[in-house]
């Protein structure tokens, strides 16, 4: 009889071990946001490939084509602080599934437009809509919620995704482009976003609390909060409330320059830029795509210093580096690519959106629990920044039949990031870690 209470515990101590060594659920929804957010970056990566064959076909100006372009990534900034407001009344899930249906369903009705007009409604209003219901708003929701450690490294893998999407669509859409129109290649990216949706239904839970764990890296058990009605009221709140301080505005403006330099330019204009001095599409779409290889080690890499790292001064450096590499850009567009050009897309593309885990972080310290809203709100600048460089550009492009005086500009506004970014004040007691 004494040796029962000893073989009674050793299953009792052996089965909390082999648990811990299973990897936490955190990272399995990390991994499906992941994937989703690759599938809402299909249809970004269109654009730039599309000016031409629109203005070909439909004798369409650049100026309109970049109008559409525009409104896309004005309302995928605006949508973002309400998106992530209505996660919170409504689940990650639901939210982010409907979504990827809205941005099928703008990017196959582009298959049958005839008109402007309907350019921007199917391009710009709805999918801009979608893309902003699952903007970097969703990645910094996510990681709020499931990881209580490492949520610089995860900040910078999610926002990878994007750049992972550029690259996995990028060079298979200009070759669909160039070999068989444009109709096709909106075919893909429709089919693509509701191939997601299913994985987003049945992987993707909202809060840890929902499997009965805690955050990882947390050292306790987190309730999962009540829904929040009035998502748009509360959206608006924090907006009000974060408007009155400082840092906001030197994040907002900040961001703005880097959409200015990132979606709005290069994204949208760096295809028929190159173009424009003989390279054929289908190689100035796969340097974008080499842009995204690098983009995900760049902004990993980021995430990973932002754990460890004043964040004011990142920004900083990542601001001038950028301004740096576009001021030399004109100077190394050519017919064919040269060793220089190569160092510029490892460069820029190291640099992309290397910007996003030390802003989000930056918002946590300032906001709180807020953070995702507020940083939805600097996405929006960002996007505005986005959204007024590809309809200049565009204008440039037809006034000057040129695109030089945009990259001088683009490197100047990165200069004046680099002021805004050091004098962004530090938070002495942080709301949140």
Same mark, same amino acid.
């Given at each position: ?16 071990a ?15 946001t ?10 970004a990566?269109l654009?730039? !490939? ?24 004005? !309302? ?9 407001? $209505? ?16 941005i099928?369903a703008?990017?196959? $009705?582009?298959?049958? %437009? ?52 550029q ?35 049945? !992987? ?16 306790? +058990? ?8 009035g998502?748009?009221?509360?959206? $608006? ?23 200015a330099?990132?979606?709005g ?10 173009h ?5 599409m289908?190689l100035?779409a ?18 990973w210093?932002?754990?460890? +790292? ?10 001038? $580096? ?5 001021? +030399? ?6 017919d064919?690519?040269?060793?220089? %050009?190569?160092? +510029?897309?490892?460069?820029?593309? !190291? ?26 709100w ?56």
């Open positions: 009889m004494a040796q029962t209470p000893e073989l009674r515990e050793v299953p009792t101590t052996a089965v909390p082999t648990r811990r060594r299973r990897p936490h659920r955190a990272w399995s929804v990390a991994a499906v992941f994937l989703a957010l690759v599938g809402a970056a299909g249809f990566s654009p730039g !490939l599309l000016i031409e064959p629109l203005h070909e076909e439909f004798r369409w100006s650049r100026g309109t084509i970049g109008f559409a372009v525009s409104v896309n990534l004005a !309302l995928y900034g605006l949508t973002a602080p309400f998106a992530a407001a $209505l996660m919170d009344r409504f689940g990650i899930r639901r939210v982010v599934a409907a979504a990827l249906v809205v099928a703008g990017a196959g $009705l582009t298959v049958g %437009m005839t008109a402007s007009w309907q350019l921007i409604l199917y391009w710009g209003v709805l999918v801009g809509l979608g893309s902003g219901s699952m903007a970097l708003a969703f990645a910094a929701t996510v990681t709020g919620r499931w990881f209580a450690a490492r949520r610089g490294l995860v900040t910078g893998i999610l926002t990878a995704g994007g750049a992972s999407g690259l996995v669509f990028l060079p298979l859409l200009s070759w669909i482009v160039e070999s068989h129109g444009w109709r096709p290649a909106a075919v893909t990216v429709t089919l693509t976003a509701l191939a997601v949706v299913p994985l987003v239904w049945l !992987l993707l839970r909202d809060h840890p609390a929902d499997v009965g764990l805690a955050p990882y890296g947390a050292r306790e +058990f987190v309730p999962r909060p009540e829904p929040r009605r998502a748009a009221r509360r959206a $608006l709140k924090a907006l009000a409330d974060a408007a009155r301080t400082g840092p906001f505005w030197l994040l907002a403006g900040t961001f703005a320059i880097c959409g330099t990132t979606n330019l290069v994204k949208t204009h760096f295809v028929p830029a190159a424009d001095h003989g390279m054929p289908t100035a796969s340097l974008l795509a080499v842009i995204g290889v690098f983009d995900i080690l760049g902004t990993v890499a980021s995430g210093f932002t754990d460890r +790292f004043d964040s004011r001064r990142l920004l900083a450096a990542y601001y001038g $580096l950028r301004g740096v590499s576009l001021m +030399f850009l004109p100077m190394l567009l050519s064919a690519v040269h060793p220089p %050009m190569l160092f +510029f897309i490892v460069f820029y593309g !190291l640099d992309w959106v290397a910007t996003v885990p030390p802003t989000i972080a930056l918002c946590r310290e300032h906001y709180g629990e807020d953070a995702a809203i507020v940083f939805g600097v996405l929006a600048s960002h996007q505005v920044g986005a959204a007024l460089i590809a309809f200049v550009g565009g204008l440039a492009r037809d006034a000057l039949g040129a695109y030089d005086p945009v990259w001088y500009a683009s490197g100047a506004l990165c200069a004046l990031a680099v002021l805004m970014a050091l004098v962004i004040r530090r938070r002495v007691s942080p709301a949140t870690a």
